[in-house]
């Protein structure tokens, strides 16, 4: 890696994939800023994402993601993004210049069991769509923009975040 290359880190992956306990940690340990890209969105629309995507549905709440992304400056930090940031192009460009984007590969059954609270998790997705659903549909949009890929099957949090350090590392050299 050049002295001129990017120094963030942007975890992509599932809800419940565990990229804001991991992203906190790793921004401590690496001395950075943490950013978690659904805070900034409540924040900035002065409400929940569940109550964005009940007012006004989940295309609205990709589209403020999107716009939220898109005008972020996420230099020299540890940047969680939401679920569904990998649906604007646009906006996953824009963070990719920050530094390299790890996608947390979490199995669907884990997913599941850690997600117990779907229908108000401000999951942003169409009407009927289950976890599963969303599964499936994302997970080749995490592959495709994902720099590095952790598997992060049958880890606890430290594991997990020994792993992604041992892939930044690698991905650096």
Do not use: W
Not at 105 to 121: G, Q, W
Not at 125 to 153: H, W
Request: net charge negative; hydrophobic share 40%; aromatic share 6%.
């Amino acid at each position: 890696m050049s002295e001129n290359a990017p120094s963030s880190v942007v975890l992509i992956g599932m809800p419940g994939a565990g990229k804001s306990t991991i992203g906190q940690a790793l921004a401590i340990a690496r001395g950075q800023d943490f950013v978690d890209t659904d805070r900034l969105i409540e924040q900035r629309e002065g409400k929940s994402l569940q109550a964005i995507l009940d007012m006004h549905g989940y295309q609205a709440l990709r589209k403020i993601e999107a716009d939220v992304l898109q005008s972020s400056d996420f230099s020299n930090k540890v940047v969680a993004t939401g679920g569904s940031a990998v649906y604007s192009a646009a906006a996953m460009t824009h963070i990719g210049q920050f530094g390299p984007c790890v996608f947390i590969d979490i199995p669907l059954a884990e997913i599941i069991r850690r997600v117990s609270n779907f229908s108000e998790r401000g999951i942003a997705g169409p009407p009927g769509q289950d976890l599963q659903g969303v599964y499936t549909e994302r997970l080749p949009l995490y592959r495709r923009y994902a720099d590095i890929s952790v598997d992060g099957s049958d880890l606890d949090e430290a594991g997990l975040l020994a792993r992604v350090v041992a892939s930044l590392m690698e991905y650096n050299k």
